[in-house]
């Protein structure tokens, strides 16, 4: 913020965050599991930016795509239909408690072991969403999952993927 000076030997610009768009040059071997924050319309210019830098940079299919909102991650399928998006909350809610299809062409789940109190993550959940033929990434949401513990509880319960934010 420049409100402290850097530690010797150090600019303030080594401290800056990377921009998406150099992540995605500096990596560009790795899948990217991105998440579009907000809500439609007022998230559509993030959007539209995202769907921009991952087709210059041919990354349409090394990248996953979510968003909370339904109408956002349907707009965003709209401007790249080639990029995998998860199902938004609305859609997963109604899967995992109504048994409701997800939309066409979802097979990526991101969910979290619980949400608002209730147990989402369930061995029936995962049996059923494997019979569907979906792929579970699951999101740890509280510090009881984001350990050695936790990861292996999530992996024996079959999951196929955890998105650590504390590893």
Known sequence: TGDVDPPEGYEPDDFAPMRFEDLVERYPNHVLNIEIKGTYPDAMPAAEELARILTEHDRLD???VTAFNDELAEAFHGLAPDVAITPGLAAMTAYVLA???LPEGRTIVQIPPAYEGI???TPELVERAHGDGLVLWIWP???GWENSDGYR???DLGVDGINAADP
């Open 153 to 155: 509880r999530l992996l």
């Open 141 to 143: 949401n509280d510090r």
């Open 99 to 101: 048994g409701t299809a």
């Open 62 to 64: 090394a990248a996953i």
């Open 119 to 121: 147990e989402v993550l």
